[in-house]
């Protein structure tokens, strides 16, 4: 038995007492996947589940690893069964699940047959209502079809959008007598309030699997779960909203344009400081070609911390310089960034303040006032309207949409998260080819 296995109490029956922890393995690279189960064994981690994108490119080899490795803990196969219910069943549990998931969605009769197999073969069947529309009523129905357990599920993408499993896990906990699941973004700060709504199963995926130290994650887990207390971590973060802003501040302009599919950048504009990192939201100006008024009139519209963004025709000469920037200063803006020129850079770069154009010159404009605040205006072919969200650094500039703020900052600390694994394994003597697997994943 492995040293791993030794330290954590025996798990030889899938019904719980007290509540558990189970790992969400939602890895596509099987020795990534048994590298963080082991350090999150040592953390106490109690259930762990074969993830279903670890099953789709790993097969069942993915559960029998697990289980050869662990074999006194409980796996689980997140088989997200549709149809075949049977089969799925019979092939998972010889694998050596002990849990087999199978979908809410899924037809009376799949979900009956995936009970049935199970137990024949010996393993429990729990039933996923991710995409249910009437989880309550649905959850009673699968427990009369001889469900062990209930999956409460927020899907990824709506976590990203800031929705969460508990007020759902509330009302089915108190529906069924059978023990309910729960996934969908928990963390230490939120998985004592999900034994606290009902939950007898806390599933944690990101919150371990993308933690530099999944141990220590796992052992924070622990104590939430145990003491149904909330634990602050910086092992995963997420913005609901009213914290944009400081989420945002932790994350690079490269990371948004990863979340936002590699796009989302401001062609052509150029960090003139060196070092500064600028988040706020966008106050928006069109001008004429050197005419300032409008960028400096900006500065009185804007509030503090929004950024000016100025769409001056991406030409000269200068509709900003070092006394609009004292001014911005003492109004307390977060930056600007001008498609068209600044002077004055390097008195600018001495105040530190986040300047970005995509020219400078030493020639100013004249004060016409032609022009518009508070107007969607377009940068390189990238649309950027008043409230939409700016992060900019020495990388550039990227813009996130006022309405999907939410989502894509989340998604963007998703991209640092996952980075942040791999930048360890790195400094643990690994190469970037090695730690992502180029050569299995390169297209044929």
């Known amino acids: 038995m492995s040293s791993a296995a030794e330290k954590t109490p025996r798990a030889n029956s899938a019904k719980p007492g007290a509540p558990r922890l189970q790992l969400a393995l939602d890895f596509v690279d099987l020795p990534r996947a048994l590298k963080v189960a082991e350090e999150a064994v040592l953390g106490g981690a109690d259930w762990l589940e074969a993830g279903t994108p670890l099953i789709k490119s790993e097969g069942l080899q993915a559960v029998r690893a697990l289980r050869d490795r662990w074999p006194e803990h409980i796996v689980v196969a997140d088989m997200k069964t549709m149809d075949a219910g049977r089969a799925e069943v019979e092939y998972a549990a010889k694998a050596g699940a002990r849990v087999v998931g199978v979908l809410g969605l899924a037809s009376d009769a799949t979900i009956r047959e995936c009970v049935e197999a199970g137990r024949n073969y010996g393993a429990e069947i729990i039933?996923?209502?991710?995409?249910?529309?009437?989880?309550?009523?649905?959850?009673?129905?699968?427990?009369?079809?001889?469900?062990?357990?209930?999956?409460?599920?927020?899907?990824?993408?709506?976590?990203?959008?800031?929705?969460?499993?508990?007020?759902?896990?509330?009302?089915?906990?108190?529906?069924?007598?059978?023990?309910?699941?729960?996934?969908?973004?928990?963390?230490?700060?939120?998985?004592?309030?999900?034994?606290?709504?009902?939950?007898?199963?806390?599933?944690?995926?990101?919150?371990?699997?993308?933690?530099?130290?999944?141990?220590?994650?796992?052992?924070?887990?622990?104590?939430?779960?145990a003491h149904r207390v909330s634990v602050?971590?910086?092992?995963?973060?997420?913005?609901?909203?009213?914290?944009?802003?400081?989420?945002?501040?932790?994350?690079?302009?490269?990371?948004?344009?990863?979340?936002?599919?590699?796009?989302?950048?401001?062609?052509g504009i150029v960090a003139r400081t060196p070092g500064a990192k600028m988040v706020g939201r966008a106050v928006t100006v069109r001008t004429y070609p050197g005419d300032w008024a409008k960028p400096v009139e900006a500065i009185d519209v804007a509030e503090e911390g929004d950024v000016i963004v100025?769409?001056?025709?991406?030409?000269?000469?200068?509709?900003?310089?070092?006394?609009?920037?004292?001014?911005?200063?003492?109004r307390g803006l977060a930056g600007v960034v001008i498609a068209g020129a600044a002077r004055d850079t390097g008195d600018i770069r001495e105040l530190g303040?986040?300047?970005?154009?995509?020219?400078?010159?030493?020639?100013?404009?004249?004060?016409?006032?032609?022009?518009?605040?508070?107007?969607?205006?377009?940068?390189?072919?990238?649309?950027?309207?008043?409230?939409?969200?700016?992060?900019?650094?020495?990388?550039?500039?990227?813009?996130?949409?006022?309405?999907?703020?939410?989502?894509?900052?989340?998604?963007?600390?998703?991209?640092?998260e996952r980075e942040n694994r791999l930048r360890g394994e790195i400094l643990e003597g690994s190469t970037l080819s090695q730690v992502a697997y180029l050569l299995k994943w390169e297209k044929k």
């Open 232 to 267: 602050k971590s910086d092992y995963f973060v997420r913005a609901s909203g009213d914290d944009l802003r400081e989420v945002l501040l932790r994350v690079s302009a490269a990371n948004v344009s990863d979340a936002l599919h590699r796009s989302g950048d401001l062609p």
């Open 353 to 416: 303040f986040p300047l970005f154009s995509s020219h400078v010159t030493p020639t100013a404009g004249e004060p016409k006032g032609f022009g518009e605040i508070g107007v969607p205006i377009r940068i390189g072919g990238v649309t950027v309207s008043p409230g939409d969200w700016i992060v900019g650094d020495d990388d550039g500039v990227c813009v996130i949409p006022k309405e999907k703020a939410v989502e894509y900052t989340n998604r963007a600390m998703d991209v640092l």
């Open 127 to 225: 039933v996923d209502m991710i995409g249910v529309a009437d989880p309550v009523a649905r959850a009673r129905e699968v427990e009369a079809l001889g469900a062990s357990y209930v999956g409460i599920h927020v899907a990824i993408d709506e976590q990203m959008a800031g929705k969460t499993p508990f007020d759902i896990l509330r009302q089915v906990a108190a529906a069924v007598s059978i023990p309910v699941a729960v996934a969908g973004g928990i963390n230490s700060e939120t998985a004592g309030e999900a034994v606290e709504a009902g939950a007898a199963i806390v599933i944690v995926g990101g919150a371990i699997t993308k933690a530099t130290d999944a141990t220590e994650a796992t052992r924070l887990i622990k104590h939430a779960i």
């Open 310 to 330: 100025i769409d001056a025709g991406g030409v000269l000469p200068a509709v900003w310089g070092e006394l609009a920037t004292n001014s911005a200063i003492q």
